[in-house]
Structure formats: structure tokens, C-alpha cells
């Protein structure tokens, strides 16, 4: 099976992050990046279905050189080849663009990857990709069968599991719970060394959306502490509605 | 490393080095950490760990790929020791037997048969080793040794008696250090090898989380073929050097592992209405230990550079494990006091590592013995002969 895993590189979750100088960017100074946690369940399918079929896993992701550390981690996991697309600050679409760009010549059998990155959580990309390439896409999969060239895949939904058939070539899109990711290997580590990445550089194509400001969330959200009359606790409950907004 | 790295060495690592020991930190933390207590606290290794170290390729790491190691150099070594001592010592005693005290011997002195047949399965660890030379009597001063071997027709027979054997109770495969015509010679003795017994050592208050055992040779016949090609005290000390490097990265680990408990404990601890680490007397306690733990990381860092480029002596060796245990079993005392009484509780990993150091300050040449090898280096006069 030749398999495609899209990857990206994102803030450690425990990371705290800063605006960037220009007000519309993360400033990358002190953060320490990672592969993007439901990118791990993603790669993690691929290298199966490939212990179980045998073929090529190939990783691919597309940003700044430094992007590459993410892809050696994905061939310390197990990927045969990994493909850097350069290419900074793109939109969902570009990104899209540029990887179904990658695998119409490659005749993938399945693409794999991470329902969102965790950094802009814009959760676009695996359908746009699946669109461009006129193939099925089904998204958030927990749960994942393959038998021949058909595919089962389940999904959680709200209350409940639905489970959705669709043939191959196929996108599929992984939610938490899909498997549980392996651990890179010492010897694979050092192999990984030896692994080719392919560097392009990304294909023009106009941005959809541009991002106009980016800021940390209020401060001035501090704590409030109330006492356990009934007037106190209903001004807990009009805060929570009215306030906070999460009830 | 996420976790206590002042001077920065993380920025001296090549991208193997971060990758690896960045998954390794996260085994530590969500495989060793939660089921840890509970081994110390009832004495039991904890087994179900070896397969996934075995997995991860903490077995061999400077072994090379064709007989089943990593084939990554000894920075790599010493910086995983350092983690997974962080968990705790037995675990990393447990990866300093398999790799630098059996592995390393049969790879260097092995026939080409003996590491064929058993370095992978080592590795994989479907083979568990063990190390025999100290004896009952014969701690600081093995040349004394009793155990000894004579030569038969068809190979060896072998009688003595070893202790403070780590894994020896679990072991398939021992190296036995033995006299042959007056000459300590190494020996593989396999599992079941008819007058070999390997009774486990009960009642430590310490290293409870490793298997201690005793050796135990009558009348035991070695084939021909089990020898290595080795003779002398040097083919044992040579292992113990490849160990001790590994126990100089991991006593830091253990004093990582105390020192960030004594840290989270003084911000949270409150005393008199403010957190205990606002006191001068715990700021010069955390000072103390941060330094001495990144002087131990700094020495360590450059040792390993001399390790890598084969030019350190075993006396950088026992420099570095003479400073660092001492500055690890310093730390955790001093990490037990600042958790008051709370600190001798398993709900901290304190009192653990404190109560393993203590071995680590005496296995593997005591920490007077380093003194020692010092004091000869220094003086050209060896005190101890």
C-alpha cells in the first residue's frame, strides 16, 4: 500500500506561547515544537497498515526548514520517506493545495492525517485535500478497518458511534483513541538519519483568507470567590451564563 | 530535556539525542512513574517494563546494529541513563547490567559465535544477563577472589560463590569472573547449567525495585566454547568503567528527580502565611542543589566527549561517578528535610532515591575506593595495595 501521512509542526500544548512582533503570528523564541499530537494517531495508522499490507508510508509536511525536525520524527516512527514542502505563513487552502499537488502524481491509496493541528485548530485541510483530489474523506475517525480496497471507519458523534463505508483511495482524517502511538525507537532513530527528505519548494497559489490580528486571551479574567449564600450562589450561576459563558 | 537543564547542554545535542530522549522522558513519566512506589514498597521488579526498554533499544545502545544495538555513542548512553534513573536506580541498574556489564563483554570479548548467539536476544531482552565478581569476602578487593575455575577435558569446572548480583535470580546468561591457574578469567554460564543456583537476596531497605541475588558454583561444567578471550583483573574493571560511566548520568537523574520535587514542594508548602521557598534557608538548600546538579551535567557533558572520542581514562570515570552519587545522595537528603515529614512518604519520590543512593554510593567502587583511584592518580602512589 502506498500510504500518505500529512504532519505538522505545532507549540508544545504545555508551551506558553507569545504574539510575535507583528501582531498576527506566534513568536517561536523559547517554544519548543512538537508533531502535532492527532498527526501521532495518524502516522501511527499508516506505519500499521503498512506492517499489515506492507508498502510505503511517506510523511509530509509543509513549512520553514526548521519543520524538518518533525518529519524525523515521523521516519524515527517508522515513515519510509518524508517530503518538506517550504513554504511559510499559508492559508488552510494553500496548504491543501500544495500536498494534493504532491500526491496527484503518486497515486496514493489512502492519505492519512490529524483531524486538526493543534496550534490554529482550523480542522480544514484533510477535506480540502480529499476535495481537490475528487476522493472520499471521512473525518474524526476513531476506529479503522480495511479490507481490500473498502474501508470502515468509525466515528464518534454526539451520543453515539456511526460507522461509514467508503473505498480506497481515500482520506481519512484521526481523532484521539484511533490507536495508541509508538514510542520512537533508539535503532530507528539512528536509521532515520539515513532516510531521504525531499525539499520543494511550495507552488504559488492565491491565499482565501489572511489573518488580520492574533492576542493572548484576557487577563483581566481573574478569579472571583463568593460566599454559600443563596445570593451567592445565584450570582455564580448568572456569571458562569452571563460572564464566562459556559453555561 | 524538559526537566533541569541550567546551562542549556539540550542545545549541544544533535536531533538524535533530542528525539530520543525526549520519548524517553515521556516513557519515564507515564511508564516508570505511576507504577514505581508500589515495586519499592513491596519489593518486586517491575517486569512488565523490560520488553518496552528492550523496545525503545535501551539495551545496547553503543552496540552496533548488526548484532541487535542502537550503534549510537555514549553521549546517547549517558544521557538515557540519566533519564531512566530519573524514574528510579534499580530501573537504570537493570539497563547498566544488561548493556554495560554483559553486552559490552561479550562484544568485546566475545567469539564471533558467542555474540552471534547472544547479543540480539540481549538487546531484544528474550535473554536477561547478570555480572558475577564481587563475592562475600571480596568487595573492594576482587583480585582475591575464591571462585575458582579448572580445566577439564571437555571445557571448565567451576566452583565459588558470588553476591550482590543485580538480576542475577532472572538472569539467562551470567558472566562469571573466576580464577583459572591463578589468572581471573571470564566465564558464560547459562540458566540450568547443573551445579549453578541463583537464590535472590531478601530483606534490602534499599534498590527495592531490582532483583539482588547470590551465585552459587558446584561442580558446574562450562563447555569449552563458553570462555572469553580476556584474562586478567582488566577484562572485569573494563566493564565496570563502561558501568560507572553510565551511574554518573544516572546519579544526576536521581538528584533531578528529588530536586523538582523539593522545588514544586517549597512554592506549594506554606508555613507562617507564605510558601516555605520564600524562606532564605530553603533558597540556599535549592541554590545548593541546582548547582551541584548542573556542575554534575557539565562534567558528564565533557566526559562523554572524552568517551566518544576514546580518550577517557577510568579515572575521569571515577571522578565522575565518585561526584555525582555523592552530590545525588546529598541532594535527596537535603530534598527530605525541605519535605519535612512529608518527605519520607511515598506520595514524593524522596525517600526512594535517597534509600537507593545509598547502594549507588557503595556498588560499583565505593565512593572511598574512587577517592582512591584518584589519590594514585595524583600522588603516583596507590593506597590500597
Same mark, same amino acid.
Request: charged letters at 25%.
Given at each position: ?90 492559508? @488552510? ?45 471521512? @473525518? ?93 450562589? @445565584? ?13 | ?385
Amino acid at each position: 500500500m502506498n500510504i500518505l501521512v500529512c504532519v505538522s509542526r505545532v507549540p508544545d500544548t504545555a508551551t506558553k506561547v507569545f504574539v510575535g512582533a507583528d501582531g498576527k503570528s506566534i513568536d517561536p523564541k523559547g517554544v519548543k515544537f512538537i508533531l502535532n499530537p492527532y498527526d501521532e494517531f495518524a502516522l501511527e495508522e499508516g506505519l500499521r497498515l503498512k506492517e499489515k499490507n506492507g508498502g510505503n508510508v511517506t510523511a509530509i509536511t509543509i513549512g520553514s526548514p526548521e519543520a524538518t525536525e518533525i518529519l524525523r520524527t515521523a521516519l524515527a516512527m517508522g515513515a519510509d520517506d518524508a517530503v518538506l514542502i517550504k513554504g511559510d505563513n499559508l492559508d @488552510s487552502y494553500q496548504v491543501a493545495y500544495n500536498i494534493s499537488e504532491h500526491a496527484k502524481a503518486k497515486n496514493y491509496d489512502i492519505i492519512f492525517a490529524g483531524k486538526q493541528s493543534v496550534d490554529f485548530d482550523s480542522g480544514q485541510v484533510p477535506s480540502l485535500v480529499a476535495a481537490m483530489l475528487d476522493i472520499p474523506s471521512i @473525518s474524526v475517525v476513531s476506529k479503522l478497518e480495511i479490507n481490500g480496497a473498502t474501508l470502515l471507519a468509525e466515528r464518534d458523534i454526539e451520543g453515539g458511534k456511526e460507522v461509514l463505508e467508503a473505498s480506497l483511495p481515500c482520506l481519512v482524517s484521526a481523532q484521539k483513541g484511533l490507536n495508541e502511538p509508538r514510542y520512537p525507537k533508539l535503532p530507528d532513530i539512528m536509521k532515520a538519519k539515513k532516510k531521504p527528505i525531499e525539499e520543494l519548494d511550495a507552488k504559488p497559489a492565491d491565499a482565501k483568507v489572511s489573518v488580520i490580528s492574533m492576542e493572548l486571551p484576557s487577563k483581566e479574567r481573574v478569579g472571583k470567590i463568593l460566599g454559600d449564600s443563596d445570593a451567592d450562589i @445565584s450570582e455564580i450561576v448568572r456569571s458562569l451564563h452571563e460572564e464566562a459563558k459556559v453555561i | 530535556m524538559k526537566n533541569t537543564d541550567f546551562f542549556d547542554i539540550k542545545s549541544l545535542l544533535t536531533e538524535e539525542h533530542k528525539l530520543f530522549i525526549d520519548s524517553l522522558s515521556d516513557f519515564v513519566d507515564i511508564e516508570i512513574l505511576p507504577v514505581i512506589e508500589e515495586h519499592f514498597l513491596e519489593g518486586t521488579y517491575p517486569s512488565e517494563l523490560t520488553l518496552k526498554l528492550a523496545e525503545l533499544g535501551i539495551f545496547g545502545i553503543t552496540i552496533p546494529q548488526e548484532y541487535g544495538g542502537a550503534g549510537a555513542d555514549y553521549l546517547m548512553y549517558g544521557l538515557a541513563m540519566q533519564e531512566l534513573e530519573r524514574g528510579d536506580s534499580a530501573i537504570r541498574s537493570f539497563a547498566s547490567v544488561q548493556s554495560s556489564l554483559v553486552m559490552y563483554p561479550i562484544y568485546k570479548y566475545g567469539s564471533e559465535n558467542q555474540k552471534n548467539k547472544w547479543l540480539p536476544k540481549l538487546a531484544s531482552a528474550e535473554s536477561i544477563g547478570c555480572f558475577g565478581l564481587t563475592e562475600p569476602d571480596f568487595g573492594s578487593n576482587p583480585a582475591g577472589m575464591l571462585t575458582n575455575a579448572v580445566k577439564t577435558r571437555s571445557g571448565y569446572l567451576l566452583n565459588g560463590a558470588k553476591m550482590w548480583i543485580t538480576n542475577g535470580t532472572l538472569a539467562d546468561i551470567a558472566i562469571v569472573w573466576a580464577k583459572l591457574d591463578g589468572i581471573v578469567h571470564g566465564f558464560l554460564v547459562e540458566k540450568g547449567t547443573p551445579g549453578f543456583s541463583a537464590p535472590e537476596m531478601k530483606g534490602k531497605h534499599s534498590l527495592r525495585a531490582s532483583v539482588t541475588s547470590e551465585l552459587i558454583f558446584q561442580d558446574c561444567e562450562i563447555p569449552e566454547e563458553n570462555i572469553l578471550n580476556i584474562s586478567g583483573l582488566k577484562g572485569p574493571l573494563s566493564c565496570l568503567t563502561q558501568a560507572r560511566y553510565g551511574i554518573a548520568w544516572g546519579a544526576v537523574g536521581a538528584a533531578i528527580a528529588v530536586y523538582e520535587s523539593a522545588v514544586e514542594y517549597s512554592k506549594t508548602r506554606i508555613q507562617f502565611g507564605k510558601p516555605i521557598g520564600a524562606f532564605q534557608l530553603v533558597q540556599e538548600k535549592l541554590a545548593y542543589m541546582l548547582t551541584e546538579i548542573s556542575k554534575a551535567q557539565l562534567i558528564n557533558f565533557r566526559l562523554a566527549q572524552l568517551m566518544d572520542g576514546g580518550n577517557a581514562t577510568p579515572q575521569h570515570v571515577s571522578f565522575a561517578k565518585r561526584n555525582n552519587v555523592r552530590m545525588a545522595l546529598d541532594c535527596a537528603r537535603i530534598a527530605r528535610e525541605i519535605h519535612g515529614a512529608n518527605g519520607i512518604l511515598s506520595e514524593y519520590p524522596v525517600m526512594r532515591h535517597a534509600a537507593n543512593l545509598e547502594s549507588v554510593l557503595t556498588y560499583e567502587g565505593t565512593h572511598d575506593i574512587h577517592t582512591l583511584i584518584l589519590g594514585q592518580h595524583i600522588t603516583g602512589i596507590a593506597a590500597y595495595e
